[in-house]
């Protein structure tokens, strides 16, 4: 049950939200974009024209269009394709290479928990049911494979200052997978199959039925229906890369399978409400992985290709539309579960995130369920000169934590009275919430001159209140190039492992504080109900070209300085006494830390080589990511990353295109993310630059039926996963070598 002050809240919004209310996806103020009569929509300061269908690209501002989506299928992972816009790489959810196969969109340096994921403008949570360990590493594929490819219309990719008002989360920016109208007529088919060459790497295949379209001149509705299978890389994938013969695990596979049942009601011209259910299961196809250790042989053989951790993820939202002439408002409100089960691992010491040998002969699971509600109301006033925005934001959390008991110690000092002694008795259950209210103005000033100021409040009731003012502007000043600049503050709260008082953390002697004795022989980690909010100060400066006929052109600076990052605690706090041992370990909390700094420039062209070819490139510098306190970076993200891609209409019913990306050097850490030791220079493995080129063609044989084909790592590029920590340096990642795909559309 959720308690009495998490349901207040939200029912107190869930009122405002359902007097008038919209999906926040279809129309966003950042972005011009053509409705579906092709009339274009002025909608704030960056100007861009992002049409549906398209990839477009502007300041701060990505969209990748169902048709881009179609021609550059992926297996299953928008991630995949979102990787190729600036400012977007792929990182682990810390420095330590641990779980180093596990990347996940990380926008402009700032770490995958520092982007936040959307799906039709609501968050997307559902990886924080995963709990992290000391230096911040999870076993979580990320939220970006959550909804089919087949039903997206769009994915927005925000970075900047922009992203400041979608709230907590939103420090690198904001990744909004868009879903596709109900009222469009749709009845598909999909297919898409992946054959990798190396036969130690695992193929994947998907399928996916999409229903659309008016049932009566009001009711609307969308059916999507998914499966995705990906096997697991082979355990001997990276054993000619192993350092000192300690052999990595490759990519563990995952089986997808995804529900969304839609319906939308129109009353009138002005009111829109819609009810929709998702379902959706993600269960991993083990390939050997674990947190800190070589490949389990033993493991491997009973478990390889097996189930040993599943996501289910379900829940409704309620949306409402209103639009009056002079203003429109947008609101919604969503509950979702998360249920996180996993096969029980180790605690600490050399067996710390490695499944439990007991598994195999007597499966022990564990589970967390991850409970979410979100509310949201937004109004859009129009006046002569301005556009106010108004809006009030809900977001509750609840985590009933099934691995709250592992740790068997109970401290031995006072000062931890909310600590149950006896670990059985130990509170499973957590939860939190924020409350936003936030404020912006459009104002034209001139006919060439916008100016946007913001301010977003927001009151978390463990981390406190948080302001997050920003002003954007842009100035048209030719009829060719344009200005921008763009200051704000922007925050995320403490996840629920962070702030709870009764989740201790254990790690052995590797993932202590370099000066703590080893014969403590490891260290616990407390959740602590005393975090502040993270905060982050984003500025940006952006000029552009646009001569109109579609050559764009644009060259971005930006700076985040980071500030209260939270992270496993260096000073000892008190002590804990095991009870199997009786041995005395030290105790540490989570607690905010120094500052860092982002800094790095954006740049893209698109040219209209002929009516019938596109060339589109851009490239993401990163300049300087770095901890004030010890020089390190944030995340393990190339220097720089160059996209460049080719589109061909070769005839009405065919397309080829081949997209080329660079990935330069990625240097190693220079300490370890885990203790805070210095790293062994011969252990300072810098991951090499590397290029991956992949051709893709699509033929339409009818307009019910469509064919295509393609080349993943057309010059298979050996890049391989040397080891599973700090021991490999930076490479400790893999990516596929030379697949070939085949993916077919009917419309029935």
């Known amino acids: 049950m959720i308690n009495k002050t998490f349901l207040k809240h939200s029912l107190a919004l869930a009122i405002l939200a359902t007097i008038h209310s919209v999906t926040y996806a279809e129309e966003k103020k950042n972005v011009q974009t053509e409705d579906t009569n092709n009339e274009i929509v002025k909608l704030d300061t960056i100007v861009v024209k992002a049409a549906k269908d398209e990839l477009k690209q502007t300041a701060g501002l990505s969209v990748i269009g169902s048709e881009t989506l179609s021609k550059q299928p992926v297996a299953n992972d928008i991630s995949e394709i979102v990787r190729k816009m600036p400012g977007v790489n792929l990182s682990g959810s810390s420095t330590s290479g641990q779980r180093g196969n596990q990347r996940q969109i990380d926008l402009r340096g700032m770490g995958p928990d520092n982007t936040l994921i959307l799906i039709d403008g609501r968050p997307v949570t559902s990886r924080m049911a995963v709990r992290p360990g000391r230096a911040g590493e999870k076993d979580t594929r ?9 039903s997206i219309e769009r994915i927005e990719v925000l970075r900047g200052p922009a992203a400041a008002r979608y709230g907590s989360g939103s420090m690198g920016g904001v990744v909004n997978i868009i879903t596709k109208s109900p009222t469009e007529q749709e009845a598909s088919i999909t297919g898409y199959y992946e054959l990798p060459e190396n036969k130690l790497e695992g193929s994947s295949w998907r399928t996916g039925i999409n229903l659309a379209g008016p049932l009566t001149d009001k009711l609307s509705y969308r059916t999507t229906l998914g499966f995705n299978k990906s096997e697991g890389d082979d355990a001997d994938l990276n054993k000619d890369a192993a350092i000192n013969g300690s052999v990595a695990a490759g990519s563990e596979g995952v089986e997808n399978i995804d529900a969304r049942q839609l319906f939308e009601y129109a009353f009138d011209a002005i009111h829109t409400i819609g009810i929709e259910l998702n379902y959706s299961n993600q269960s991993n196809l083990w390939a050997g992985d674990s947190q800190n250790q070589i490949i389990n042989a033993n493991l491997v053989n009973n478990l390889a290709g097996e189930k040993t951790n599943e996501m289910e993820r379900y829940g409704f939202s309620l949306i409402h539309r209103g639009d009056y002439g002079d203003a429109k408002s947008n609101s919604f409100i969503e509950y979702n579960v998360t249920n996180n089960t996993r096969l029980e691992e180790g605690t600490g010491g050399s067996g710390e995130g490695q499944i439990i040998q007991g598994n195999i002969e007597a499966p022990s699971w564990i589970e967390a369920k991850f409970e979410t509600i979100n509310v949201k109301s937004e109004w859009d006033l129009f006046f002569d000169k301005h556009t106010l925005t108004l809006g009030a934001e809900f977001r509750g959390e609840r985590l009933n934590n099934g691995a709250i008991d592992l740790v068997n110690a109970i401290p031995t000092n006072d000062g931890f009275g909310n600590l149950d002694l006896d670990p059985a008795e130990r509170n499973p259950k957590s939860d939190g919430y924020l409350l936003g209210v936030y404020f912006e103005d459009n104002y034209q000033v001139t006919a060439d001159w916008f100016i946007t100021p913001g301010l977003r409040i927001d009151y978390h009731n463990k981390a406190g209140v948080n302001w997050s003012p920003s002003l954007n502007t842009t100035w048209q000043f030719s009829d060719n190039w344009s200005v921008k600049g763009g200051i704000s503050r922007a925050f995320k709260a403490p996840n629920l492992y962070q702030i709870d008082p009764n989740y201790i953390y254990y790690t052995n002697g590797n993932g202590c504080p370099s000066w ?17 909010n993270e905060v982050s100060w984003n500025k940006e400066l952006t000029f552009t070209y646009d001569d109109g006929t579609g050559l764009t052109a644009g060259l971005t600076y930006y700076r985040n300085d980071y500030e209260n990052r939270v992270a496993a605690g260096e000073d000892r706090v008190g002590f804990l006494t095991d009870l199997n041992t009786q041995r005395k370990r030290s105790l540490f909390q989570w607690e905010n830390q120094g500052e860092a700094i982002i800094e790095g420039v954006e740049a893209f062209i698109q040219v209209p080589v002929t009516d019938a070819i596109k060339w589109n490139t851009n490239f993401t510098g990163n300049v300087r990511s770095e901890r004030k306190d010890t020089g390190e970076a944030l995340s393990l993200i190339p220097k720089f990353t160059v996209n460049t891609s080719l589109d061909w209409a070769i005839t009405d019913n065919w397309n080829a295109n081949m997209i080329a990306s660079y990935y330069d050097e990625i240097e190693a850490p220079k300490f370890s993310a885990t203790n805070g030791n210095a790293i062994e220079e011969e252990k300072q493995l810098n991951r090499e630059a590397y290029i991956l080129v992949n051709l893709n063609t699509q033929y339409n044989v009818n307009k019910d039926l469509t064919l295509g084909m393609g080349i993943k790592n057309l010059f298979d590029e ?18 596929p070598g030379r697949a070939y795909t085949f993916n077919i559309k009917y419309n029935f």
């Open 142 to 150: 990320g939220d970006s494979q959550w909804v089919p490819t087949t």
């Open 516 to 532: 703590v004795d080893s014969q403590d022989r490891g260290c616990h980690v407390l959740g602590n109900e005393n975090l502040d």
């Open 718 to 735: 050996k890049v391989m996963r040397e080891g599973t920590g700090n021991n490999a340096g930076a490479r400790t990642f893999n990516e």
